[in-house]
């Protein structure tokens, strides 16, 4: 089994910047694909942005060139890298990674953090 657990949320002002984390524990052989997805009231969850083992990124159109992910595989963490936040970014966002766990590929999601836009 995987745990992510996710850090870094908080009130920012638009424009501000924030750091969210969220680091792997468990019993797993290696850890795939880390994303972010977010969540606001009313909507879907979206992506927002995703790494794959090799480093690969990927970001949704909303949020190209002010986000940037990244993540550490020796620590099995994944960062989200805030900048020019909107009012439209606020969301709980989730922490989502794939796991080889018992020969199986298993996703697993983490409980989420609240970012709040706002002035």
């Known amino acids: 089994q995987v745990q992510l657990v996710e850090s870094g949320g908080g009130l920012v002002q638009p424009g501000g910047s924030l750091r969210l984390s969220c680091a792997a524990s468990g019993s797993f052989a290696s850890i795939g694909v880390m994303r972010w997805y977010r969540q606001a009231p009313g909507k879907q969850r979206e992506l927002v942005a995703g790494i794959s083992s090799g480093g690969n990124t990927n970001y949704a159109d909303s949020v190209k060139g002010r986000f940037t992910i990244s993540r550490d595989n020796a620590k099995n963490t994944v960062v989200l890298q805030m900048s020019s936040l909107k009012p439209e970014d606020a969301a709980v966002y989730y922490c989502?990674?794939?796991?080889?766990?018992?020969?199986?590929?298993?996703?697993?999601w983490g409980q989420g953090t609240q970012v709040t836009v706002s002035s």
């Open positions: 989502y990674c794939d796991a080889l766990v018992r020969a199986y590929v298993r996703n697993y």
